[in-house]
């Protein structure tokens, strides 16, 4: 698909004045191309499935078009009945929150007519079934939180006009399949269906077919055009932690999101960290809600500087200019390499996304490799060189380069 946007405007999508002004005062210039490739098409209520680079601004592709259809229909405030209008489903909490916060902002001028609620598990069900109390013109949820409210007759799903699952191919992997499809058998057969993510694997896009009519396919992944910067180190097997160290301390990132695997992986690489002078906090499923929006608020604003996670936060969270992304861990699936990195180097933001690897990950990250089609070379940090045993075979630059004549050692690469 040819990118024409350079000149296309907000107005020249078909958005309103009023929306339009409200984008101004959030300094949103001009359009993204998934913005101007959808918009039009969401107004005219096609179904959609967008792909486009993290950060690149889909939430707005679906959430400007879908505020504006809710304002034109001329709905009263005082809704009767427990039903909602507009329907997204996350796979996260903090993605329902983040989500629903953009969609109340971009609603600012519109607040007194449109009903935006957030719904997901881990708090009390009580103030959110209150929340809904008369209907509500969109729901941002996660899927076994909405099954709660339903269950519990605080919202009927029958009258949803339009579905948008946000991060799609995570939403239509096998984790969510239970859930997701007895959602769908709660839905109108006729209604609009937006699909939209960062990747979609070739097995999800199958799956997706299923749910969309005749749909209009936006794929606007692109590589080379990405903000992202990516590196990877070759380390010696038990030395990441003091190669994360001192990358640390030797860049002084203002704030440094590292991915592990596993909850028990956080608090352990935190524990190693501090003893090495590097005050870290911990991310994962294990928190409480209330503890994961303090940790999460305070990494956004830049009183945590370091925060190693687990892949709940890979998934559609905004931090604003985050300079670096770090995999300690190698993801277990390739796509969710894409989602990590893709934290930094946001809505046009230079950004960074480094990956260490040893002799246990090389064949792991040639898959990665392979899957999201790009090679990176492999480098090496002075004064943590990888031994001549592990670096022949697992850690060769793209373009192998000769031992120098009677040397007998490896020729070190060279550092960037």
Not at 167 to 174: K, N, Q, T, W
Not at 237 to 258: E, F, S
Not at 315 to 337: M, Q, T
Request: aromatic share 6%.
């Amino acid at each position: 698909m040819t990118d024409n946007t350079q000149q296309v405007t907000f107005i020249d999508l078909g958005l309103i004045p009023t929306i339009v002004e409200r984008l101004e005062s959030l300094e949103y210039s001009q359009p993204t191309p998934i913005q101007s490739h959808t918009i039009p098409y969401v107004l005219e209520g096609r179904d959609i499935v967008g792909g486009a680079n993290t950060g690149s601004g889909k939430t707005a592709a679906f959430a400007l078009p879908i505020l504006q259809k809710i304002y034109q229909q001329d709905i009263t405030p005082n809704r009767r009945g427990n039903f909602v209008s507009h329907l997204i489903l996350v796979p996260t909490r903090e993605l329902a929150s983040q989500v629903a916060y953009n969609i109340k902002s971009y609603s600012y001028h519109l607040r007194d007519k449109i009903k935006t609620v957030a719904v997901f598990g881990g708090v009390s069900v009580n103030p959110q079934m209150q929340a809904l109390r008369g209907g509500s013109d969109v729901i941002v949820a996660t899927p076994g939180r909405l099954l709660d409210l339903v269950s519990g007759n605080a919202i009927r799903l029958d009258q949803v006009k339009t579905l948008v699952l946000d991060e799609a191919d995570r939403m239509l992997s096998l984790g969510f399949t239970d859930e997701l499809n007895k959602i769908l058998a709660l839905l109108p057969e006729k209604k609009q269906t937006l699909l939209f993510s960062a990747t979609f694997p070739e097995k999800v896009t199958s799956l997706a077919k299923d749910l969309l009519h005749d749909p209009v396919e936006v794929q606007l992944q692109n590589a080379e055009a990405s903000t992202l910067v990516q590196r990877v180190f070759s380390v010696n097997k038990g030395q990441k932690t003091a190669v994360l160290a001192h990358l640390i301390k030797q860049h002084q990132w203002r704030q440094t999101l590292i991915f592990v695997n596993a909850k028990n992986a956080c608090n352990h690489l935190a524990q190693k960290l501090s003893k090495r002078g590097i005050t870290a906090e911990v991310f994962h499923g294990d928190k409480g809600q209330g503890a994961r929006t303090r940790v999460l608020e305070g990494f956004k604003s830049g009183e945590i500087q370091v925060l190693i996670a687990t892949d709940i936060a890979a998934r559609g969270l905004d931090i604003e200019k985050l300079p670096v992304v770090i995999n300690f861990d190698l993801p277990r699936s390739p796509a969710d390499y894409m989602h990590r990195i893709g934290r930094s180097g946001r809505a046009g933001e230079v950004g960074l996304g480094l990956s260490l690897i040893d002799y246990d990950d090389y064949h792991h990250f040639k898959v990665i490799e392979k899957k999201n089609k790009f090679r990176l070379e492999r480098e090496q940090i002075e004064g943590f060189e990888v031994e001549d045993d592990q670096s022949e075979a697992y850690f060769a630059p793209m373009k192998p380069r000769a031992k120098p004549a009677g040397t007998g050692k490896k020729k070190k690469k060279r550092n960037q």
